[in-house]
């Protein structure tokens, strides 16, 4: 069974801080990872990983994917109040030739970013 | 352009009674999941459509749960003679396909009281 551990748990930081998030998986037959931010209801997508070492990079949000460690993490610099959610990392379910998609999510990463 | 869709966004019933949640997907996403995000806890698949056929639907959770998608677009999941412990958010999520990244929908929030 795919899992997904993330941390730290929760952070709190102020405002202008940077901060980093780690997910580590045990996937079989890994191909991807996604990155999600989640307010309220919804995620919203960040990023998604494939290949190792590659940076992905939006505004003051990276990430990265390490395949041979298993783990990936997201950067965020400058920190703002709008920051503030539940990141989520989850890869995407691939038994060999069956490409089923379902996600597999950590338990997050609740951030706080004080003014 | 539009994203992924749901309605109602918030939905109160009563403990026995059945209710039916729909999620119209981004234009032309064969991929197709619901989830399911209870108080405090993680969100955890469901069930996955590719077109209207639902290859996986290890994440139900008894089989007061069906869901149901037609013309490759619009699902409802059903859930009947709901229980207590059936308050959640309910969130649709679609793709391209199943390797590609998925959008999630606002979710429904369920209470049963």
């Known amino acids: 069974e795919d899992k997904v551990v993330q941390s730290p748990l929760s952070l709190v930081v102020h405002e202008g801080d940077t901060v980093t998030l780690n997910c580590s998986y045990e996937?079989?037959?890994?191909?991807?990872l996604l990155w999600y931010k989640q307010e309220k209801k919804a995620p919203t997508f960040l990023f998604m990983l494939t290949s190792s070492g590659i940076e992905k990079k939006s505004g003051r949000l990276s990430s990265i994917l390490d395949k041979k460690e298993l783990f990936s993490i997201l950067n965020i610099t400058a920190t703002q109040t709008g920051d503030s959610a539940v990141y989520l990392c989850a890869p995407p379910f691939n038994a060999g030739g069956t490409s089923y998609g379902k996600l597999t999510f950590g338990q997050g990463t609740i951030l706080t970013v004080h003014p | 352009g539009a994203g992924v869709s749901q309605s109602p966004s918030n939905k109160v019933t009563e403990k026995g009674k059945d209710v039916e949640l729909r999620c119209d997907p981004i234009?032309?996403?064969?991929?197709l999941y619901w989830y399911r995000q209870s108080l405090g806890q993680g969100l955890e698949f469901l069930i996955y459509f590719q077109g209207n056929s639902a290859p996986d639907k290890s994440g139900l959770p008894s089989d007061r749960f069906s869901a149901e998608r037609t013309g490759g677009s619009v699902s409802t999941l059903t859930i009947q003679r709901t229980q207590q412990e059936d308050s959640a958010v309910y969130l649709c999520?679609?793709?391209?396909?199943?390797?590609?990244?998925?959008?999630f929908g606002p979710g429904t929030r369920l209470l049963v009281l």
């Open positions: 996937v079989t037959n890994f191909r991807s």
């Open positions: 999520a679609s793709g391209w396909t199943a390797q590609e990244t998925q959008y």
């Open positions: 234009s032309g996403h064969t991929a």
